[in-house]
């Protein structure tokens, strides 16, 4: 293994993007310290998709599955690194997996395999890792270079690279990559939880909580995004695919809007019913549609439990509007506790796009979760990891010593 008392390279960070940024440059000759927080590496990547790691998306699009103040930023990493360069990864470990709904990679066994995997390769690159060092601050040198604190010493080198992630699990979680921003004067897009369930406000809380664990095909709207997948009521307010998706597009006060019955033209679809069997009650034909507990629910409040026969045409076309438009107003969101991951980061255009260092702080790096790219549910937000690491530990094996 290369001495690395005097690193090339220090990573501070041991998730998915700084593991790959190790391997990469590792692998490119430079002498690589990975320097991570917590008592392991890949702890979310262990957490991750129910503990089989979503670890990339087959058909991950930059121009369309992302988010970003600057959303070409993206483009040129992950076109270099794709999710078949690291499909191919995992089939060279002899990693099982299946593609649970189409385009999302899951482990046939566990997350750790994926972990088992970036830190062998991290082994045979040569990378050495220390973990419990919980870093304070980077700082540049006069000489060039950097100087990173943790709470056990001091260790310096040519070039760093923050891999420490976003705000989201803040159990695990670090804000060292936005206090390093502000030190250098780097403007940072006002991070937000992002993929979170959403809240109950007062009035939907008393009606809706006891709702709990039951789910749903919905399609949720909001900020000029729209996502149809399930949706879960929990004790606290909505979650489910549908809702951590349009998460990501939510704002505080505004409305989510959700089609209890995306599938079809509700409002057509009662008065058909009140056509072919007038003399059935109207939550007799809604729970045909829809689960029984919710329509109880809903009885009363959205409508009164009559005869089809004895209801008006606008009265059935109201109702229809209403379960195709359900305007939610959420009390909030679950916050970082169960975010999946931090929306915002690091303002992009202080950053190169190709090698992801930091524009007048030669040799300071920043990969992954920490910029101001987030990607949808589903291992979008994997793939970018491997892809930023990856493209930044190629830039760090050309770049001159200091």
């Known amino acids: 293994m290369p001495d690395v008392s005097q690193p090339d390279v220090i990573v501070v960070g041991g998730g998915a993007s700084g593991l790959m940024c190790a391997i990469s440059a590792g692998f490119r000759g430079l002498r690589v310290l990975l320097l991570e927080k917590g008592p392991k590496c890949g702890l979310k990547i262990l957490v991750s998709g129910g503990g089989r790691c979503n670890f990339t998306h087959l058909h991950a699009d930059p ?118 921003a502000r030190e250098l004067s780097l403007d940072v ?49 909505l979650s489910g695919p549908a809702i951590l998706q349009i998460s990501s597009f939510w704002r505080e006060g505004s409305v989510v809007v959700i089609n209890l019955l995306p599938d079809r033209d509700a409002g057509q679809w009662l008065i058909d019913g ?69 929306l915002g980061g690091i303002d992009t255009r202080a950053v190169s796009s190709k090698t992801f260092e930091v524009s007048g702080s030669p040799g300071l790096y920043v990969i992954g979760e920490a910029l101001d790219v987030t990607g949808w549910l589903g291992g979008y937000n994997f793939q970018w990891a491997w892809a930023s690491g990856w493209c930044c530990g190629q830039a760090l094996s050309a770049a001159p010593a200091i």
């Open 274 to 342: 009140r056509s072919t069997h007038p003399r059935q009650s109207l939550a007799t034909l809604l729970r045909s549609q829809l689960p029984r507990r919710l329509v109880e629910a809903l009885r009363g409040d959205w409508f009164d439990d009559v005869g089809l026969g004895s209801l008006s045409t606008a009265a059935l076309t109201a109702l229809g509007e209403r379960l195709n438009a359900w305007e939610f107003r959420p009390g909030g969101s679950e916050g970082y506790r169960t975010a999946e991951v931090t």
């Open 189 to 237: 897009v006002t991070p937000r939880p992002a993929l979170v369930p959403l809240t109950w406000n007062n009035a939907d809380r008393e009606r809706f909580s006891a709702l709990s664990g039951m789910s749903l095909p919905v399609s949720a709207s909001c900020g000029g995004a729209r996502f149809a997948d399930q949706m879960l009521f929990t004790h606290r307010g």
């Open 63 to 180: 121009r369309e599955h992302y988010l970003s103040q600057n959303p070409h930023f993206c483009l040129s990493a992950m076109k270099r690194y794709t999710p078949a360069d690291f499909l191919g990864m995992v089939e060279a470990a002899g990693i099982a997996y299946h593609e649970k709904t189409p385009g999302q990679l899951f482990c046939d066994n566990s997350a750790q395999d994926i972990l088992d995997m970036l830190l062998q390769q991290c082994e045979w690159a040569g990378v050495q890792i220390r973990v419990r060092e919980n870093v304070q601050s980077i700082s540049p040198l006069s000489a060039g270079g950097f100087e990173v604190r943790t709470e056990s010493g001091t260790f310096a080198a040519p070039r760093v690279v923050i891999a420490s992630g976003g705000l989201s699990m803040p159990k695990i979680a670090s804000d060292l990559a936005f206090r390093v």
